[in-house]
Each structure stands twice: as C-alpha cells, then as structure tokens.
C-alpha cells in the first residue's frame, strides 16, 4: 500500500506561483513514476508533469512547458510540483499518482484557482 498526501493549493493571481506538495508513504521502493494530474469537473484527468526513479527523467505537458518543474526529495519521499507563471487556465484539482508495475495510487487532490 502507498499514501499519498497532497498539500500547497490555494488562491493565486495570474502570474503568480504556487507550489505543491505530495508526501508519499507506505511501501515505497523500487522504480515508480510520480504523475502530478489536473481535473476540472466533468473532464478527464490531464498529466501535467511525472518524474521517475530510475534516472530521475521528467517529462511535462506543453501547456505548462517552461513553467513548471516536478522535483523530488528522496529521504523525505516527498514530491513538489513548482508552479511558475500561473494562467486563468491552471485552475483545476491537482492530483499526485503512484505507479509502479501494477500498482496505481492516487491522493486525495488539491484545489488551485488562478484568478484575480
């Protein structure tokens, strides 16, 4: 089993930054893969950025290319989602996701609102 906590959503102007976190627990080991997803109601789940272990690779969405950064800090098994340069169309539910062979999990979402 892994836990998944997300934390950091809020409020943010246009242009603002955010950053966002999700503390992992449980059985944590191996080589997995990191997602940070978005979903507005009533539309599919987008991936937004993922790292993996094996290697450290990240890959992103365009749309937020060059804005945001995925990172993680091994002793803490915690994973950060930096979010520069936000846009009106950020706004969403970001969710983190674990997945490691079959394994799937997902935290609970936090909420982000870019707006003025």
């Known amino acids: 089993q892994v836990q998944l906590v997300e934390s950091g959503g809020g409020l943010v102007q246009p242009g603002g930054s955010l950053r966002l976190s999700c503390a992992a627990s449980?059985?944590?080991?191996?080589?997995?893969?990191i997602g940070w997803y978005r979903q507005l109601p009533g539309n599919q789940r987008e991936l937004v950025a993922s790292i993996n272990t094996l290697g450290g690779r990240t890959s992103y969405a365009d749309s937020v290319k060059g804005r945001f950064t995925i990172s993680r800090d091994r002793p803490k098994n915690t994973f950060y989602l930096q979010m520069n340069s936000l846009k009106p169309e950020d706004t969403a539910v970001y969710y983190c996701?674990?997945?490691?062979?079959?394994?799937?999990?997902w935290g609970q979402g936090t909420q982000v609102t870019v707006s003025s």
């Open positions: 449980g059985s944590i080991f191996g080589i997995y893969t």
């Open positions: 996701n674990f997945r490691r062979s079959t394994d799937d999990y």
